[in-house]
């Protein structure tokens, strides 16, 4: 049996899947201070359609990263707020960022020469 860490269905291919999306760590960073109805994390985030909010909600609720809950009043809003196991992966989206940031300018002119090339 090969012990090659990458395959399919191990847990590092996992946490590779969830954070390649580009927007469950967008949406993850934007829960970091606390629950926000869909409206303002579209708002916080920008660029993000309501179809894909709602689709990647629904995903990162469906891996346990976020809830969703009813609004207290009898109103039909609802929030989303990272659960503790969301909240474990800010750190990792925390360094992605600094990373990013870093080495950004590199990356871009690298996709630059590429083009260039063409």
């Known amino acids: 049996m090969p ?3 990458f395959l399919a269905d191990c847990r590092a291919r996992l946490a ?3 954070l390649s999306n580009t927007w469950n760590a967008v949406v993850l960073w ?3 201070d606390g629950p926000s109805r869909p409206v303002e994390l579209r708002e916080r985030i920008g660029g993000i359609s309501s179809k894909v909010l709602t689709e990647t909600l629904r995903r990162l609720q469906f891996n346990g ?3 969703r809950q009813a609004a207290r009043d009898a109103s039909s809003r609802v929030e989303y707020r990272l659960t503790p196991l969301g909240r474990t992966l800010l750190t990792p989206i925390d360094a992605f960022g600094a990373w990013a940031f870093e080495y950004g300018d ?4 690298a996709q630059e020469a590429a083009c260039a090339g063409r």
């Open 65 to 67: 990263l976020v809830e």
């Open 16 to 18: 590779f899947d969830l």
């Open 106 to 109: 590199e990356v871009m002119a």
């Open 30 to 32: 934007a829960l970091r």
């Open 3 to 5: 012990t090659d860490a």
